[in-house]
């Protein structure tokens, strides 16, 4: 028995959707939601198996209209098809649905013949649409893996006898890539579209096809090659064109074309000493030109019979300095742009994963460019969306897992992390949500957000440590996170699928993540969260003891930031950082607040105003040259005192006090300060 089809009904009036329903649920399974962020929930989490939406247009939170640019947005209206449904008659109501991509419009009150009719008919046209656009995309993938496989077949030949690994031709084609995108980026001189970089960078592949013809003794020959022999092995260019322009009836081939000039012009050098054909400058195709300087590249960082590989920081100064013959500078401008990508890329290309990407991106483009709707370029694109999502679920286990969508913010959990949880599946407005305020901390939640929104289509990993509060217990986790991203040009971040790890047991880590958790970044210091912490347990455990806080701020901190430079500014509060260690005990607490703020909490018996003019003292006089100044107020604790921002307040008026006095001095808070008012109130 075939199982029902879906229709998702979107209305924020409950009896409405009760009668749609009623009317289409004998033939349909019925999804519904009450307005249009539920709706589009729903379709992220069903996306590939509904058939039809019907849809209001006056709802709250997210109306019709909302939805359906929201759907465009997305890429669904193209294999969904949208029927409006409304009480609204004006053409002008209609007119927008229809341009959105409605692909119907009916009036209320109901009429059950028609909304069945209607109904049935789009899910039938939805359907054939999307087969025929399935079949359609599976051809096409079939041709262009063909097609890549017989070109990397030819390549791998003209390697083995060159004795090179198969990975020359994923090199050769990957820093191509690199550099052409660069140079998009730098000029439109040479009116590259992205249909020529994939053009390019396929027929690269075929550079040295020429080499078939070469004899393997010289084609191998560790040692120098006499003159003779160089000038059979510079044949290869003449001969790798000659075979491509033999091919019968191929000739007007874009990838031939490409690839003769490649394969004849690669060798040629900017100024005219290459071969075959000396040409010069801007005479050498643009093609030509970028496929010899990644051919130089990957030759020079690779092991060869006759070398060993040179590093790519070598690689770059050897090609920038013209000691492998002379390039165009705009190119090599664009090779210093990416060279710190490419060491990365071509460190984790593959034979597979490479070949793979490239015939999804090819096919995907093909099917846009070739005056294909929009619906098979679609389906690609979900198809490579969902083997996104498969493969970073299985590479994590099963535990709290989400997947976080970007636009608009929506989480949506695991079925056994919502129970365990005891969340909704979908979560919308997470930043506001329990998820994202209580189980994280806000601030630890947006950070984690960021982090993935700062990955890059090619390195979507993202691992942070977090405590988080699950079911009422704070517990240190591991967050292990994957980004999505878009097949557009250029790639647009789409969200995540992220899983959270216990790691209570990695005690010992634990212990230095909370630790390095609690420090100032740039001082070492304790930072003021994790010092207000400790000193209000000290205050609290007093037990008659007596203490003194200490604050202080550099009376012209901003002088060393603007005369000599933000970098001698962190040189500045680092020494001071160091000298306040120096000149406190073990047992004291030392924190930078942030800026040039600091504060010192100690323990004291008798007369504490030696202690406070030994510090002053160490903290007054110059650094590389720069007076060190500070403006220093020192609080008492005493029983009558039980909170820390009433001690700080204190400390904070008498710091104010010497700054508004002449600065460069201390000052023990006392009842005349009482009312001083300082800019942090």
């Known amino acids: 028995m075939t199982s029902k089809k879906r229709i998702l009904i979107v209305d924020d009036s409950e009896m409405n959707r009760a009668l749609l329903e009623d009317m289409l649920s004998d033939e349909y399974e019925i999804l519904e939601a009450e307005n249009g962020m539920r709706a589009v929930a729903i379709l992220r989490e069903h996306e590939l198996d509904i058939s039809l939406v019907l849809l209001d247009i006056v709802m709250p939170v997210m109306d019709g209209f909302e939805t359906l640019a929201m759907m465009n947005k997305q890429g669904w209206i193209s294999h969904i098809p949208v029927i409006m449904i409304s009480a609204e008659t004006a053409s002008t109501y209609m007119d927008r649905a229809y341009g959105l991509g409605a692909v119907d419009y009916i009036s209320r009150p109901f009429d059950e013949r028609t909304v069945r009719h209607r109904v049935n008919s789009n899910v039938i046209l939805g359907e054939s649409r999307r087969e025929l656009s399935l079949r359609l995309t599976e051809q096409v993938y079939e041709k262009e893996k063909d097609n890549r496989l017989m070109i990397e077949i030819l390549s791998h030949i003209v390697e083995f006898r060159n004795g090179e690994s198969g990975l020359h031709v994923l090199h050769v084609h990957a820093i191509t890539e690199l550099i052409l995108q660069a140079l998009m980026k730098k000029t439109d001189k040479y009116d590259l579209s992205p249909n020529d970089v994939t053009l390019i960078c ?98 020079l960082t690779s092991k060869r019979v006759y070398k060993p590989p040179f590093t790519p920081e070598k690689a770059v100064e050897m090609i920038t300095n013209n000691e492998c013959g002379v390039f165009n500078p705009l190119l090599m401008e664009c090779l210093k742009d990416v060279a710190e990508t490419l060491k990365k890329e071509l460190t984790l290309l593959s034979l597979g994963n490479s070949a793979e990407k490239e015939i999804q991106k090819t096919v995907a483009h093909t099917l846009k460019t070739g005056g294909v709707a929009d619906v098979p370029n679609r389906t690609i694109r979900l198809l490579e969306h969902e083997r996104m999502k498969n493969k970073i679920l299985s590479d994590i286990t099963r535990d709290i897992i989400f997947e976080f969508s970007a636009s608009p913010e929506i989480i949506k959990l695991s079925e056994w992390a919502a129970d365990y949880l005891g969340m909704p599946l979908a979560i919308l407005n997470p930043r506001e949500s329990e998820f994202g305020k209580k189980m994280f901390k806000p601030r630890d939640f947006d950070k984690l957000l960021q982090a993935l929104k700062n990955t890059t289509p090619e390195h979507t990993g993202v691992t942070e440590k977090f405590m988080l509060e699950i079911k009422g217990v704070k517990t240190w986790c591991k967050v292990v996170g994957g980004s999505m991203w878009s097949d557009t040009e250029p790639p647009e971040y789409e969200g995540a699928v992220c899983k959270i790890v216990d790691i209570n047991d990695e005690t010992e880590e634990m212990k230095i993540l909370e630790e390095k958790a609690n420090l100032d970044s740039r001082t070492g210091l304790l930072n003021h969260e994790a010092a207000k912490e400790q000193i209000t347990q000290r205050m609290e ?95 008492l604790h005493d029983s009558s005192i039980t909170e820390y921002n009433t001690l700080f307040e204190m400390a904070d008026k008498a710091a104010y006090s010497i700054k508004r006095s002449g600065k460069n001095s201390y000052r023990f808070y006392d009842d005349s300060l009482k009312n001083v008012v300082t800019d942090r109130d």
């Open 202 to 299: 396929n027929a690269s592949a075929l550079h040295d096809v020429g080499k078939i013809t070469i004899p393997s003794e010289i084609l191998n020959k560790p040692g120098r090659l006499t003159p003779e022999e160089f000038e059979i092995m510079k044949s290869h260019t003449v001969e790798g064109a000659k075979i491509l322009d033999d091919i019968p009836a191929r000739g007007n081939e874009p990838l031939i074309k490409v690839a003769y000039q490649i394969c004849r012009w690669h060798h040629e050098r900017y100024d005219g000493r290459g071969y075959p054909d000396g040409l010069i400058g801007e005479q050498i195709p643009i093609a030509a030109q970028v496929v010899a300087l990644a051919d130089v590249y990957d030759a």
């Open 541 to 635: 455990k007093s037990n008659g003891r007596n203490y003194a806080l200490i604050f202080f701020d550099l009376d012209n901190f901003k002088q060393a930031n603007d005369v000599y430079g933000h970098r001698f500014g962190d040189e500045v509060l680092e020494y001071i950082a160091d000298t306040i260690r120096k000149n406190i005990r073990s047992s004291d607490i030392a924190a930078r607040m942030g800026g040039d703020e600091f504060i010192v909490f100690m323990g004291y018996k008798g007369n504490v105003e030696p202690l406070i003019k030994r510090i002053f003292a160490s903290l007054t006089g110059e650094f590389k040259g720069f007076p060190i100044k500070v403006s220093m107020g020192v609080a």
